[in-house]
């Protein structure tokens, strides 16, 4: 059976390849296709697409926005196959992104007051034109010795909790639902139940979101418990979304392995079959 891993990040947001180092991964993992979905933005999809073609792999056009429920609650949107150019949103991630780098220089300025850090230093370990974020300054972290990897990071340092917290802008949830599929774009609640991360939504925001037009919900990934899993297919079912599953990638920044949760052709057939602001290539 076809196994396509719907979900992973390269240098062009908080991963640690290059998008073609990705899509070579992926092959070598033995997957059938690959999406790239890097944080509010697609400047990755030209070279995962150049080199899917080369693996002979399908390349999946994705992203993933970042928003925020009502009540602070950070809630993550994959977008697959929507129009790169569309104007209104390629506006709400550019103020989403513009938003993001101003909180990673206070966050800087915070963590400096009790760490050698700078921004010359972080801006080191991010890709030329990528927004800089929290797994940046993980990174600069752990290359200070100030932590042993970035989930150490998070943990402590940069947690929500922590005094060198710095909230941003990001859109309510059902208003990106709503840019994705004015762009042509399927979208698809990125691990909706990761109670590991921090604080979670309830099913009344699901609910939101699907009134606006969400398409899917990613079931499988290591971060929803398994018996969270079962509760979101339940909750598939009952609206008619389909369940997709994925690894959420990001080379050696975390734990995840390429594949180890992934998605079948029938599924990435009903996105293809809802997506028309873009295409899958197919190698």
């Known amino acids: 059976m076809a196994r396509y891993d719907l979900h992973s990040h390269s240098i062009e947001s908080d991963g640690t390849e290059p998008p073609a180092d990705v899509v070579r991964a992926a092959a070598r993992a033995g997957l059938d296709g690959l999406a790239l979905t890097d944080h509010d933005t697609t400047a990755g999809w030209a070279a995962a697409a150049e080199a899917a073609l080369a693996e002979g792999i399908a390349f999946v056009p994705g992203m993933e926005m970042s928003c ?63 927004t800089i974020g929290r797994p940046h300054l993980a990174d600069t972290l752990v290359t200070l010795g100030v932590v042993e990897d970035r989930s150490a990071a998070f943990a402590h340092i940069l947690t929500g909790r922590s005094k060198y917290y710095v909230p941003h802008y990001a859109p309510d949830p059902a208003i990106a639902v709503e840019l994705i599929r004015s762009a042509g ?6 691990h909706p139940r990761a109670v590991t991360r921090g604080r979670v939504v309830g099913v009344e925001v699901i609910e939101e979101m699907i009134d606006a037009g969400l398409a899917g919900l990613e079931a499988d990934h290591r971060d929803n418990p398994e018996e969270e899993r079962s509760w979101l297919r339940e909750v598939a079912a009952r609206h008619d979304l389909f369940v997709t599953g994925s690894s959420d990638y990001h080379g050696t920044g975390k734990p995840n392995l390429l594949g180890e949760f992934s998605t079948g052709e029938d599924v990435l057939a009903e996105i293809e079959r809802q997506g028309t602001g873009a295409a899958v290539v197919r190698g």
Not at 115 to 127: C, F, K, M, R, S
Not at 185 to 190: I, L, M, Q, Y
């Open 68 to 130: 925020m429920a009502a009540d602070g609650t950070s809630v993550h949107v994959l977008s697959y196959l929507h129009d790169p150019a569309d104007p209104s949103l390629l506006r709400e991630i550019g103020t989403a992104r513009s938003a993001r780098l101003t909180r990673a220089q206070e966050m800087v300025d915070r963590l400096a007051r009790d760490y050698p850090i700078t921004w010359e230093l972080v801006q080191e370990h991010a890709a030329e034109g990528a």
């Open 185 to 190: 774009g399927v979208p698809v609640f990125a």
